[in-house]
């Protein structure tokens, strides 16, 4: 497993930017598929975005609904993982975690359960 620390979470104003970032330390980070979860107050923890490890492709994958607004990007060279999140709205508000897993198919990486290790979250609030 991986440890993750998130950062760059704040209080901004609709319509602004923010990039969230990731550090992992451990093992084989390269090897890992790297993700993106948020959990609003009173709703359960969804899936926002996720990079791939080498054995993936690197591919990208993101929810539908903030396809072309936030952007997941990796740097194996740093063992980091970034989200860019632009034209910010109220309902992005929500505490954001980066997940991590060595082991995770495809079919499950929309999913909670397929990440072993998790970061403890940074809190995005925009307001409107």
């Known amino acids: 497993q991986v440890q993750l620390v998130e950062s760059g979470g704040g209080l901004v104003q609709a319509g602004d930017s923010l990039r969230l970032s990731c550090v992992a330390s451990?093992?084989?980070?390269?090897?890992?598929?790297m993700a993106w979860f948020r959990q609003a107050p009173g709703k359960e923890r969804e899936f926002v975005a996720a990079?791939?490890?080498?054995?993936?492709?690197?591919?990208?994958y993101y929810d539908d609904s903030l396809k072309g607004r936030f952007v997941v990007s990796r740097d194996n060279t740093k063992n980091t993982v970034n989200l860019q999140m632009n034209n910010l709205e109220a309902g992005d508000t929500a505490v954001y975690y980066c997940?991590?897993?060595?082991?995770?198919?495809?079919?499950?990486?929309?999913?909670?359960?397929?990440?072993?290790?998790w970061g403890r979250g940074t809190q995005v609030t925009v307001s409107a």
């Open positions: 990079a791939r490890g080498r054995s993936g492709g690197n591919r990208l």
């Open positions: 997940a991590a897993s060595q082991t995770i198919i495809l079919s499950n990486l929309r999913n909670v359960r397929g990440y072993a290790s």
């Open positions: 451990g093992r084989a980070f390269s090897d890992h598929t």
